[in-house]
């Protein structure tokens, strides 16, 4: 009996590949634009310190780094080269600097799932610097 580390972000994934296998009269940029934008939208606002002081919980930076690699990890499920290629809409770098930025034990689940639930993390493509960053 094996069971994902994921399994919500299974699922999601899952529906998604569904959904864009069985509506290829869209175009796929549709689906994949959504999820760069959202993952490059919450690194850009933790980035932002004034963003970041108007949060009223400390908990909601958390939430927001969670659906940051969220949408990468579906971004990278659905597209054809993944969220880790070099010219990416994903400045996938950044994003994992950002993690890394965070106190340490507050994220390392939000590395692993970048780790081992994403489809094209370990490809030929993806750059030493992201490979070398995921593995630190």
Do not use: W
């Not at 971004?75 to 994903?90: E, L, T």
């Not at 600097?97 to 370990?122: C, F, G, I, W």
């Amino acid at each position: 009996f094996y069971a994902y580390p994921t399994s919500m972000l299974k699922m999601l994934s899952n529906s998604v590949t569904t959904f864009v296998q069985k509506n290829q009269a869209l175009p796929l940029e549709n689906t994949t634009d959504i999820f760069s934008t959202m993952a490059n939208l919450c690194r850009c606002m933790i980035e932002d310190p004034q963003i970041v002081a108007r949060f009223q919980q400390k908990e909601t930076v958390l939430f927001v780094l969670r659906v940051m690699v969220g949408a990468i990890i579906l971004y990278d499920h659905v597209h054809p080269v993944g969220a880790f290629y070099r010219k990416s809409n994903i400045d996938i770098k950044s994003s994992i600097k950002l993690l890394k930025d965070q106190p340490p034990n507050t994220v390392e689940t939000l590395m692993n799932a970048l780790r081992y639930s994403t489809v094209h993390a370990n490809d030929e493509e993806t750059p030493s610097v992201v490979k070398k960053l995921l593995a630190e």
